[in-house]
């Protein structure tokens, strides 16, 4: 019961978080400027539309576009987010199964994800739906850098998706996820930044790879060709 | 008799030689298992050097590490060089203040190498060295007229702009001409191009240095041209760059049809490189793009391509820049690297500018007793091991130096880049200790963090702690909060000294 409660609180968060970022999307489209309501704390889900709990906004020069587009993935995020949350709830109260069905249950709600680092050691971790990979990683102390917190402002959470058909459920990456891909590296032809990999049902069994810190990394951001 | 006493001695043999490893081994255990402690002190507190913090406290439990800074504050180009419309790629600066936490790290800033302690005072006192200073100089053209008032460097304009406490006094020109050209076409050339032609009212509400945007209000640059050497194959900005300059409201983007040509080899780069394709792509998107009728472009951008700078000229004022002489270039292939040089051909012409920014690259400056390249601007190296004789054979490690960021790769890449610099010279350095080519340096009793104390107490030096910093940031995001700005930068020595010593 106690890991129910959890996972609902965990489940709520994020969809109200989601909520939240829609409702900023919605608004940054609308190339409104509206107060920001600052109720989160510093780990909150940033996106590109430049709305952050502490600044407000911060950049007006791009918000239409970028808010737009992240405004159509926070719409997706958030009704997955929303299902999920009244799968949850459904069961709760109207489940007339025991125990054991409902643990089953609980385990669907999360995903298994494995991270394999550069040395070869794997570890394989549960990821609520709704949750992004980079704050998966965090969570569970996996060493997967974040310097922009999630912002698409840096490439260092670069993931390599190992299995092409999981790569394929995935969606396309926005310009700019594309944007801060090209100055990845260890760049391939599954990479995807971790902060923009969403845990969903389909994505069940992921495994992701840190990339190796190549030795002979050029100057100027240079990528090498994909292989 | 004589055999068994042969053999007697080869027995004694292996026992001498068993015990010896044997006491190696111990000693080895004992000296990483004992708390004595590795003192490392890193020089420089932007990107690289707090990077290169993280991973040594990281790796080795013993270690005691201190940055020193030249500066009352902390993160380098991160708080003086990423333009101040660009808030989240200075979000990073959370993750290096999580650092201040570590018992076993301090930071000292107003602490200048050089003046405040030298090279060869931190190399006594502590067991690592390693610099991570970066590039405070600038490359030069080196041609006719390079003096003349209103050519500055990027790196002038980019601080000033930022509120670094050494450029608040070379203020840029910004009322006496409606022409300015940026030599160089990567992004810093490109902040300078937007800060220039943005709207002020959309700095506002950034970090920009309130000097700057007061200046800003009263410009009257309406023109800005960003001349590159090259092509826009070889144009060295990014995407998510253009593409933000291309958003901008009321300026106008101008590309030659004819400078996109692309020859043989210009599509062998392109297919070579991700960057550098999609960079292009965006520049086509411009040059076929028909200029928008219902938004009015009082301001206009014009990206000119294969010229390079010749001279600067004046007019009236014989002191003040009034013309660029330009030559015009064409691309020859450079040996067997793919790489395409520009090469003159002769051909000139003038453009009319009060104003000129030269973004065509940093430059590190040397220190007293440290090997440097003064071609290429960095210390001589293997992997972050610095090489004496400036790199040239025979050639010999410098124990216990080392370097990081753009001291020791020169002054290209992101924030990002230096990650993997720092994994590389602290991997460098894990792998010295472990093979013991650190020794017998190593073993000595080193005074570290106590040393440098000692230093600053005798020179007087009122040092700036990572305590007294939050002391600057809180006053700067409290000033801030009264102007909705996230911070409002205090850019004098003076008040900066003042504010950390309360």
């Not at chain 1, 609520?128 to 260092?156: F, K, Q, R, V």
């Not at chain 2, 068994?4 to 001695?9: K, N, T, W």
């Not at chain 2, 009264?482 to 504010?499: A, F, H, M, N, Y």
Request: charged share 25%.
């Amino acid at each position: 019961m106690e890991l129910k409660r959890m996972m609902e609180k965990g489940l709520l968060s994020s969809f109200s978080r989601s909520l939240h970022m829609l409702s900023k999307n919605i608004q940054g489209s609308l190339n409104l400027h509206l107060q920001p309501l600052g109720i989160f704390g510093r780990r909150e889900y940033l996106s590109k539309a430049y709305f952050d709990g502490d600044k407000g906004w911060t950049s007006s020069g791009s918000i239409q576009g970028a808010a737009l587009k992240s405004g159509k993935a926070e719409l997706q995020t958030t009704g997955q987010r929303f299902s999920m949350l009244m799968e949850s709830l459904k069961r709760r109260h109207f489940s007339t199964t025991g125990n054991g069905a409902d643990d089953q249950k609980n385990e669907k709600e999360k995903i298994s994800v494995t991270f394999v680092d550069k040395d070869g050691n794997e570890k394989e971790i549960k990821v609520p739906i709704g949750m992004s990979m980079l704050e998966a990683a965090h969570e569970n102390d996996i060493d997967l850098e974040g310097a922009c917190e999630g912002s698409l402002a840096c490439s260092t959470c670069h993931v390599i998706v190992m299995d092409v058909d999981h790569y394929n459920k995935l969606e396309d990456p926005t310009d700019e996820e594309n944007d801060m891909l090209d100055l990845a590296f260890g760049l391939t032809e599954t990479s995807r930044l971790g902060c923009q990999v969403i845990a969903k049902p389909e994505l069940d069994g992921i495994r992701l790879a840190l990339p190796a810190a190549t030795r002979n990394f050029a100057v100027d951001g240079y990528v090498p060709k994909p292989h | 008799m004589y055999n068994c006493l042969l053999l007697m001695i080869k027995k004694l043999q292996y026992g001498i030689m068993a015990l010896s490893s044997l006491q190696k081994w111990f000693f080895r255990g004992i000296c990483s298992a004992s708390s004595k402690p590795l003192h490392v002190c890193v020089v420089g507190g932007g990107p690289a050097g707090f990077y290169t913090a993280e991973k040594m406290l990281k790796a080795h439990k013993e270690v005691q590490l201190d940055i020193i800074d030249r500066l009352p504050t902390p993160f380098g180009l991160v708080r003086s060089g990423v333009a101040p419309d660009h808030p989240e790629t200075k979000i990073v600066v959370n993750q290096f203040s999580r650092l201040a936490e570590n018992e076993r790290f301090s930071f000292f800033g107003n602490v200048s190498l050089g003046t405040s302690v030298s090279l060869s005072e931190l190399c006594d006192i502590y067991h690592v060295v390693v610099l991570a200073y970066g590039a405070e100089s600038d490359r030069i053209l080196g041609i006719p007229g390079e003096d003349l008032n209103g050519i500055h460097s990027a790196r002038e304009f980019v601080w000033w702009y930022n509120g670094h406490p050494d450029c608040k006094c070379v203020a840029p020109e910004l009322k006496t001409t409606d022409t300015a050209v940026v030599l160089g076409q990567g992004n810093v050339a490109l902040d300078i191009a937007r800060i220039l032609l943005q709207d002020p009212a959309e700095l506002e509400r950034t970090d920009i240095a309130e000097h700057a945007l007061a200046s800003l209000r009263e410009s009257s640059i309406r023109k800005v041209y960003l001349v590159g050497r090259r092509g826009p194959v070889q144009a060295a900005c990014t995407a998510k760059e253009l593409r933000e300059i291309l958003s901008l409201k009321h300026v106008q983007v101008h590309i030659q049809e004819a400078d996109l040509v692309k020859s043989p080899l210009d599509e062998e780069e392109l297919k070579r490189s991700r960057i550098q394709r999609r960079v292009y792509d965006l520049l086509s998107k411009i040059a076929s793009s028909q200029p928008s009728d219902h938004v009015s472009c009082e301001r206009d951008l014009h990206f000119v391509f294969f010229r390079r700078p010749a001279s600067f000229l004046p007019c009236n004022d014989a002191n003040k820049v009034c013309r660029v002489r330009l030559e015009k270039t064409f691309l020859k292939e450079n040996g067997a690297t793919g790489r395409q040089s520009a090469v003159g051909s002769g051909e000139f012409e003038e453009l009319e500018c009060g104003l000129v920014f030269k973004s065509i690259g940093y430059k590190s400056l040397p220190v007293d007793g440290l090997p440097f390249n003064d071609q290429k601007g960095i210390v001589p190296n293997d992997r972050g091991r610095v090489l004496s004789n400036a790199g040239k054979e025979p050639s010999n490690f410098v124990p216990g130096l080392y370097v990081v960021g753009w001291l020791k790769r020169g002054p290209t890449g992101i924030i990002a880049t230096n990650l993997y610099c720092a994994e590389e010279t602290v991997g460098s350095i894990t792998e010295d200790l472990q093979q013991g080519a650190l020794h017998p340096h190593i073993s000595l009793d080193k005074p570290g963090r106590d040393g440098l104390l000692h230093i600053l107490q005798d020179k007087n030096i009122r040092f700036v702690s990572f305590k007294d910093w939050e002391k600057i940031n809180t006053k700067e995001i409290n000033d801030g909060k009264l102007k909705s700005k996230p911070r409002e930068k205090i850019t004098s020595w003076e008040e900066l000294q003042e504010i950390a010593t309360q």
